[in-house]
């Protein structure tokens, strides 16, 4: 039996006897919100190490804007109040930070940015619940009457279609090999999509049986009114804990063989020693380690971890670890100028990689290839980037997975394609099952 340890006016905290069964009850409790956000690190050591599972539903208020100003609306947001807030971070910002445009065509329809300030916030651990509201001891009885989400997901048709065929894919992966061969560029990110229309699915079914085969330390299930993100990412953007700010970007990934531990570490070691994917990381490592020169104090920038190999439910791949210390006084939304969107989404030059990014891929990005997390009441925050995901229109039906590689001029047109599926399957799958 749960019991409550302590109490403040507005915050309670509960023992847990069930992580897991606490969790999935929080989870079904969530579908009465038209909007809320869930992340979820499923107990992945991971360091710096975040809370282990925060919910925020419902809204006290919101910003929702698009890429002009957003920026400095969220900035003026912020400053009204000393609170929690949770939201997101489109790709299309980039069109603010850098004055670029977007014209392509976009089925889920994410605003570019948005955020609200929580109704409730619940955090949860191994062994506590700690629920902060107007009426947490209501919230908590309520929470102990609701049924958990089931694990089983079930059956149903959803037909994902490849927006690019496998030879038009590879005839773009060679013509940007050409702008990198004549100078434009050093490394680009191209991401496909894969999609369906006028679907119907339950998303909090669909994020549980994505939980059970691919467990990632910075999962998310995320609602605005009809648009969801279901989301499965290892990777993390940007944490600031105090002064301290720290990114993690992912570059290089090598296929999981899970009933073959042999071919499984032989996998992991060739990932190890690739120079084509320790090349696209150290690429990588050096635009984050300039974004941050920007707002940090001279000399504090600094690599903690060059080429970690880190193993997930369904691959292995290569992260690195930068950090500095934040000049006093940087806001918000000066460290999101200076860093986003983040440089293993995009590739380098930043700028001029932006822009052929749109020349070529078929669909907007929009939340893909953005962030989502939380800012805390302390002013530290935690932001994902958002990729293996689903996004979800439940309006008008429209699905879409999207899935890219880094792409440098000795990348195999094939073995990029293979990537993206790699990436993509596991999602796919999910859906169809």
């Given at each position: 039996?749960?019991t409550l ?29 038209n ?11 991971l ?14 208020r ?21 609170c ?5 971070l ?19 329809q ?13 955090r949860?651990?191994?062994k506590?619940m700690v ?20 694990n ?8 994902i ?11 773009i992966i060679n013509?940007l ?18 999609f ?13 049986q994505?939980?059970v ?9 995320y609602?605005?009114?009809d ?19 720290l990114s ?6 090598s ?18 020693h ?20 920007k ?13 970690g ?9 290569m ?35 932006m ?22 009441p302390q002013?530290?925050?935690d932001f ?27 990348s195999d ?8 599926l ?12």
């Amino acid at each position: 039996m749960n019991t409550l340890i302590k109490k403040t006016s507005t915050n309670c905290t509960f023992t847990i006897r069930d992580f897991e069964q606490m969790k999935k009850k929080v989870l079904s409790w969530t579908k009465q919100f038209n909007t809320f956000c869930f992340l979820d690190n499923h107990q992945y050591p991971l360091e710096p190490h975040s809370m282990e599972c925060l919910l925020a539903a419902g809204e006290k208020r919101r910003l929702s804007a698009s890429a002009g100003n957003s920026l400095d609306q969220l900035q003026k947001f912020i400053q009204e109040k000393r609170c929690w807030l949770f939201g997101h971070l489109g790709y299309d910002l980039k069109n603010e930070i850098e004055e670029l445009s977007s014209s392509n065509a976009d089925g889920i329809q994410f605003p570019d940015l948005f955020f609200f300030e929580p109704e409730v916030v619940i955090r949860l651990t191994e062994k506590e619940m700690v629920i902060e509201a107007d009426d947490p001891g209501a919230i908590f009885e309520a929470l102990s009457n609701t049924t958990a989400i089931a694990n089983s997901l079930p059956a149903g048709m959803v037909h994902i279609r490849n927006r690019l065929s496998k030879p038009e894919y590879i005839s773009i992966i060679n013509e940007l090999k050409r702008h990198i061969l004549r100078g434009d560029c050093y490394e680009i990110n191209f991401c496909q999509e894969f999609f369906a229309e006028k679907t119907e699915i339950d998303p909090l079914f669909v994020y549980q049986q994505l939980s059970v085969v691919s467990p990632n330390p910075f999962s998310a299930l995320y609602r605005v009114n009809d648009h969801w993100l279901i989301c499965a990412s290892p990777e993390r953007y940007l944490i600031k804990q105090g002064n301290r700010i720290l990114s993690q970007p992912i570059k290089g990934t090598s296929r999981r063989v899970l009933n073959d531990s042999v071919q499984d570490n032989t996998n992991k070691l060739a990932l190890t020693h690739s120079a084509k994917d320790r090349s696209e990381n150290v690429m990588v490592v050096d635009l984050v380690r300039n974004d941050l020169a920007k707002i940090c104090e001279e000399g504090t920038v600094k690599v903690d971890e060059l080429f970690g190999i880190y193993s997930f439910p369904q691959v292995h791949q290569m992260i690195s670890t930068i950090s500095g210390e934040l000049k006093k006084d940087s806001s918000f939304t000066d460290i999101i100028k200076a860093t986003f969107p983040m440089g293993s989404m995009t590739g380098a030059p930043k700028k001029r990689v932006m822009a052929l990014i749109e020349e070529y891929e078929q669909t907007k990005r929009g939340i893909f290839s953005g962030a989502v997390g939380y800012i805390s009441p302390q002013g530290d925050f935690d932001f994902n980037v958002v990729i293996r995901s689903i996004m979800y229109n439940a309006f008008s039906g429209y699905i879409s997975i999207q899935a890219g590689s880094a792409i440098t001029f000795h990348s195999d047109a094939e073995k990029e394609w293979d990537e993206c599926l790699l990436k993509a399957t596991v999602l796919i799958n999910v859906l169809q099952r």
